[in-house]
């Protein structure tokens, strides 16, 4: 069936990866990678919406959603080793070639699989994904700054409320037009597994490790110089953690770039999937699979 999404897992690196899975293999892949504090759960919309255009991918990353999470003391929980799982999820899955959709965490991710095999990206999805420090406001500033600085009970504190129900609660309903529109599964469903024992302990890991994200910055904006990736530019404009000039700052790099502003916060699909799809649709206009 066309539009029926599959829930698959494959074993990468000795561990179970969860993904979503929808579409024709034979049509252009979609790879689309999720956030912080959710899953690939945050696209279970917008997937059917592709799917009869796109094969789309949805994984879950290592220690998120359904995928494995295994305790901080057996895993290494760094950006580097959740970019390495997802490549190898790509290999196992032979994708030989793939646009990345890409939303908070998903851009470090999909940044580092594109700097490592730039020719297999066949364009970018980015939406609330930084690359540029002019993008990062002062909400998470506030936060990640004193952490890496010098990380300690006290300054671990607010990387804790970041991932307790409060926090997450407020990444979905932050800037968003209608909060009414904000399906609470949301935040209580990527609660639920967020309050699993340790799991906050190497989400905290993961945040102080963010700032190598923020080193990669240059490496990334001369690969989009020298490559060029068609790209689409999706962005709620009203969220506070990845801000406005961030999405502006991608157009020094990629002149070429659609920018789309949405009337949302960091998370747009519940209230913009419609559009979203639709944009993609067009910007990447492939024949229609009958």
Known sequence: MRNRTYHRFAEVNGRQTFYREAGDPGMPTLLLLHGLPTSSQMYRELIPMLSDRFHVIAPDYIGFGHSDAPLRQDFDYTFDNLAAHVAGLVDALGLESYILYMQD??????????????ERVKGFIIQNANAYIEGVGDAPKSVLLPLWENRTPDTEKPARHFVSLEGTKFHWL???KDS???????????????DRPGTQDYQ???L???KTNIALYPEWQAAFRQHRPKTLIMW?????????????AYLG???DARLVWLDAGHFVLDENA???AAEIKSFFSYPRNN
Not at 105 to 118: D, E, N, S
Not at 180 to 194: R, V
Not at 236 to 248: T, Y
């Open 105 to 118: 965490y998903g851009g470090p991710i999909g940044f580092r699989l594109f700097t490592q095999r730039p």
């Open 174 to 176: 932050v800037g968003a």
């Open 180 to 194: 009414e529109a904000i399906n609470p599964d949301n935040w209580i469903l990527d609660q639920a597994l967020l």
């Open 204 to 206: 905290v890991d993961l």
């Open 208 to 210: 102080e490790n963010y």
């Open 236 to 248: 709620g404009k009203n969220d506070p953690f990845f801000i406005p000039p961030g999405a502006r």
């Open 253 to 255: 790099d990629l002149p």
């Open 274 to 276: 419609p559009e979203v």
